[in-house]
């Protein structure tokens, strides 16, 4: 399994940035597809999730309304569209693959993960 993020960077308060996640290596129509975050001295947060076939979305309550996680079934992309962007979004930002028929928010059950992109929201 592999996924490799991308789009990370620095951004103003209120900019926008879109992060993209590349998996091969397992059958991605299958599986929940998730981005989860870790700020410096924190530990690792759920951020937002989507269905096998994009029909249901979650979010976490401090990202909902700015954040969109959508995916692209026919080349195994998850994509993280960030609007309305505050400092305290500041994180390495990760995709999560859970186990089988997962379908929460609990990080214990996410089995793959990316190696991250680090995003910074600062003036």
């Known amino acids: 399994v592999q996924l490799v993020e991308s789009g990370g960077g620095l951004v103003q308060p209120g900019g926008s940035l879109r992060l993209s996640c590349a998996a091969s290596g397992f059958t991605f129509s299958s599986y929940w597809m998730s981005w989860v975050r870790q700020a410096p001295g924190k530990e690792r947060e759920f951020v937002a999730s989507?269905?096998?076939?994009?029909?249901?979305?979650s979010y976490a309550d401090n990202v909902q309304g700015r954040f969109t996680i959508s995916r692209n079934r026919a080349n195994g992309a998850v994509a993280l569209q960030m609007n309305g962007l505050k400092p305290e979004d500041t994180a390495i930002y990760y995709c999560a693959v859970a186990r089988s028929s997962y379908t929460g928010r609990d990080l214990a059950n996410f089995v793959y993960w990316g190696q991250g992109t680090q995003v910074t929201v600062s003036s």
């Open positions: 989507i269905s096998w076939n994009g029909g249901s979305t």
